[in-house]
């Protein structure tokens, strides 16, 4: 009679902590679902997520480049991509971001070589220089086209994976372009630059400087 009293009591406050737990657990396990880019978009990179990780006072203003860390499945055609801004002595500067990536990613490409991918950070645009403390300008996100790019290398021949950027739901601001990341390798294109660059690697021709077409 005393151990069934013992138990009944134990249960008593034992089976309201089990639930209060498993509870704390579907609610945890919802939160974390992975984002989804907007349909008929590969890769995104939201506004929220950037002001998130880099938004802090003064960190816009030290933000030199971007480079985006990706993983990609020839199988299944499954993009995953990460980005981290930097400074110019090459040190990280915020957190590292996790982009959305969509159903409308390409299904054709070609065998590819992957590294990393640069970008100039004001190149794009979307930050508001005239401020104090710099400040993101009014947009949407940030839209990642995987594209394929060849590189003479010697003999060889390369597939080169790049991104075409374009930034969307921007106002007047921000006018429309787009802009195509640097691929590491080649060295020339990492940063810093690789110490054995070859210079007779042959690169496309880079992108045309973006256009202020706002006060046009």
Sequence with gaps: MQINQLFTKKSSWLLPLVIAVCSMLIISSCGKQEEKAPDGTCITLSRAKINNAWGKPGHLKDISYLTFITSYNPVNHKFEVSVQAYK????????????????????????????????????????????????????????????????????????????????????????????????????????PVCEDYDSTITLPPPPPAPVDTSHM
Excluded: H, M
């Design 88 to 191: 110019a002595d090459y040190s990280a500067i915020g957190d590292l971001v996790k982009l959305a990536v969509g159903k409308s990613c390409p299904t054709n490409l070609p065998p590819i070589l992957i590294g990393v991918n640069n970008q100039d950070f004001l190149a794009l645009n979307i930050v508001d220089t005239t401020t104090t403390p710099w400040k993101l300008k009014d947009f949407t996100y940030i839209d990642f086209t995987p594209v394929v790019d060849k590189l003479s290398c010697g003999t060889y021949n390369l597939n080169l994976l790049k991104y075409k950027t374009s930034v969307e739901g921007g106002g007047e601001g921000i006018p429309k372009i787009d802009i195509i990341t640097l691929p590491c390798p080649p060295c020339i294109n990492c940063r």
